[in-house]
């Protein structure tokens, strides 16, 4: 009886959670509008309010919606707080969250240095003249003439990487060295790779048993399109498209979540991670982007020039997205703008806050004259851009892809280039591509170690940029598929291992980290399911 009671008490609370919590959520207002409509419609009977409310609410899709906004509200919970407590509280991580804090802090200062440097301000108001030219030239942007002679990037992936590699726990101090030569070898060995941070990472087996439907050799979209099918289906793909269209008509965002596990007919793809994402457009979200239009156009902050930098130096020389960067300058300069971004990203990366507070050039040191700066909170770094760009395959509204593309930014990207000790994180991805490497291809480690190359070293770009830019759109989306289909980043360190693997007999013969990558540089071959297939399936 008292466990039944306890666990009433634990539904209440949840519930109350729920329900204090919803109300800050962007779809809330819509939906508390759309049920006191049906509240007061005939639908619903006031003799028997609570059942006709029930069935008004299932007729007119509104449960789907709330249920919907249940189901993205538990992934909110389970994105703030990892999985891996326990382990986290046997061992002192707070060191980490202290690196990522000292990380910001060095990357404001460039920032400033940068401002310096150069005898600009961080933010102003945009003079008229450039203002109306970049109104205009708004839906072509590349048209719009900016000189970026004198500005760098602030920082790349493997400036990071240093930064992670230079991270030590305070606790290894404790441990006396017998001898100055053991004193070397340790220090040698922290330097090397990262088994010396206690983050609790999955085995391979946990994997196979994590993703089962590749794991069990499930035909798979992505494998082969003319793939035989089930019922009267010309192939796979005319199946998982019928599939597809009844997930997207039932409006379950976990039932489209569960469909990407098999992967995503090309024609339905943008649709179902819009659903999965809860980033499905309504009015108000497009009033919201036209905001963050307006305040591009209000403001010149010294992010515009990093960020149309960065455009340049990736999208526009990839030939697979340079036709894309008119839409990728709107959608990251609006991204910029929007400080819906900097709550959950700061609260989750729990960096203390550190946010640069900029005053507008000219103006007197108030309130209304002080903005955040960026007011995303995220400063861009070379190669930031390439987050966005595989969506641009997927939506032709520029509305539609900034919703979905900030959407998985906030689920995902900001843990690759945040130091923190959550299991999704990029420390504990290199940690966990670094053991699959160890414990399932050996001799490629010993090669590796008695060659003086850090195989982290040779990946980390890949893993910072979830191989954005590094494999073709459609096999990169196969593997954004699953990686939202499970909900976990761990397949981007599982490919990586399965990518060496596959090239092992190439990399055997070379001996150093030029030769290494030169063996790694073109992956435009590679089929991503069926390699990860191959490296889940063998025992």
């Given at each position: 009886m008292d466990e039944k009671i306890a666990k009433n008490e634990l539904l209440d609370k949840t519930a109350r959670k729920l329900t204090d919590e919803m109300q800050n959520m962007s779809n809330y207002k819509a939906l508390y509008n759309e049920i006191q409509k049906l509240v007061a419609s005939p639908a619903v009977n006031k003799e028997d309010f609570k059942n006709s409310l029930v069935t008004a609410l299932k007729s007119n899709g509104v449960e789907t919606e709330i249920r919907n906004t249940v189901f993205h509200w538990i992934r909110s919970q389970s994105s703030l707080h990892s999985q891996s407590a326990s382990h986290i509280e046997?061992?002192?991580?707070?060191?980490?969250?202290?690196?990522?804090?000292?990380?910001?802090?060095?990357?404001?200062?460039?920032?400033?240095?940068?401002?310096?440097?150069?005898?600009?301000?961080?933010?102003?108001?945009?003079?008229?003249?450039?203002?109306?030219?970049?109104?205009?030239?708004?839906?072509?942007?590349?048209?719009?003439?900016?000189?970026?002679?004198?500005?760098?990037?602030?920082?790349?992936?493997?400036?990071?990487?240093?930064?992670?590699?230079?991270?030590?726990?305070?606790?290894?101090?404790?441990?006396?060295c017998e001898t100055m030569y053991l004193h070397k070898r340790f220090r040698d060995?922290?330097?090397?790779?990262?088994?010396?941070?206690?983050?609790?990472?999955?085995?391979?087996?946990?994997?196979?048993?994590?993703?089962?439907?590749?794991?069990?050799?499930?035909?798979?979209?992505?494998?082969?399109?003319?793939?035989?099918?089930?019922?009267?289906?010309?192939?796979?793909?005319?199946?998982?498209?019928?599939?597809g269209e009844k997930v997207l008509n039932s409006n379950h965002a976990p039932v489209a979540q569960e469909f990407l596990k098999r992967g995503s007919p090309r024609s339905l793809r943008g649709r179902i991670w819009s659903l999965v994402l809860g980033s499905v457009i309504k009015d108000n979200d497009v009033e919201y982007y036209n905001e963050l239009k307006n305040m591009v156009l209000q403001y010149d902050i010294v992010v515009d020039k990093l960020i149309i930098m960065d455009v340049q130096l990736t999208a526009r020389n990839d030939d697979q997205?340079?036709?894309?960067?008119?839409?990728?300058?709107?959608?990251?300069?609006?991204?910029?703008?929007?400080?819906?971004?900097?709550?959950?990203?700061?609260?989750?990366?729990?960096?203390?806050?550190?946010?640069?507070?900029?005053?507008?050039?000219?103006?007197?040191?108030?309130?209304?004259?002080?903005?955040?700066?960026?007011?995303s909170g995220v400063v861009p770094f070379h190669g930031f851009t390439m987050y966005a760009t595989p969506f641009c395959y997927l939506y032709d509204d520029p509305c539609a892809m900034y919703y979905t593309?900030?959407?998985?930014?906030?689920?995902?990207?900001?843990?690759?280039?945040?130091?923190?000790?959550?299991?999704?994180?990029?420390?504990?991805?290199?940690?966990?591509?670094?053991?699959?490497?160890?414990?399932?291809?050996?001799?490629?480690?010993?090669?590796?170690?008695?060659?003086?190359?850090?195989?982290?070293?040779?990946?980390?770009?890949?893993?910072?940029?979830?191989?954005?830019?590094?494999?073709?759109p459609e096999q990169l989306l196969y593997l954004w598929d699953l990686i939202l289909g499970y909900d976990s980043l761990e397949i981007i360190p599982l490919f990586a291992v399965t990518i060496l693997s596959f090239r092992k007999d190439n990399l055997l013969q070379v001996n150093t980290q030029q030769n290494v990558e030169a063996v790694l540089a073109d992956l435009s071959s590679l089929k991503v399911i069926p390699l990860l297939q191959l490296a889940l399936l063998k025992e």
């Open positions: 046997a061992a002192d991580l707070s060191y980490l969250k202290k690196a990522q804090i000292q990380w910001e802090r060095r990357i404001q200062k460039s920032l400033n240095s940068t401002c310096n440097e150069l005898n600009i301000p961080l933010a102003r108001i945009r003079p008229t003249s450039d203002r109306d030219e970049l109104a205009e030239k708004w839906n072509e942007l590349s048209t719009y003439d900016i000189d970026l002679s004198q500005y760098r990037p602030l920082y790349a992936p493997k400036d990071f990487l240093d930064v992670l590699f230079s991270i030590r726990d305070p606790s290894f101090k404790k441990q006396p060995e922290l330097n090397w790779d990262f088994s010396h941070i206690q983050i609790s990472v999955k085995t391979l087996t946990q994997l196979r048993h994590m993703y089962s439907e590749l794991a069990q050799g499930i035909p798979l979209l992505g494998v082969n399109p003319n793939m035989p099918a089930m019922e009267n289906f010309p192939n796979l793909e005319a199946e998982r498209t019928h599939i997205y340079f036709v894309f960067e008119d839409v990728l300058y709107k959608t990251m300069l609006c991204f910029s703008r929007d400080s819906e971004i900097l709550a959950p990203v700061t609260t989750d990366r729990s960096a203390g806050g550190q946010v640069i507070h900029a005053v507008l050039q000219g103006k007197p040191a108030t309130l209304e004259n002080t903005l955040v700066f960026p007011p593309f900030r959407a998985f930014y906030l689920r995902y990207w900001f843990r690759l280039h945040t130091v923190s000790s959550h299991e999704q994180g990029i420390v504990a991805l290199c940690l966990l591509f670094e053991r699959l490497l160890q414990c399932h291809e050996p001799q490629l480690w010993t090669h590796f170690k008695n060659t003086h190359i850090q195989p982290i070293k040779i990946v980390f770009k890949w893993l910072m940029r979830g191989f954005s830019g590094h494999l073709p």
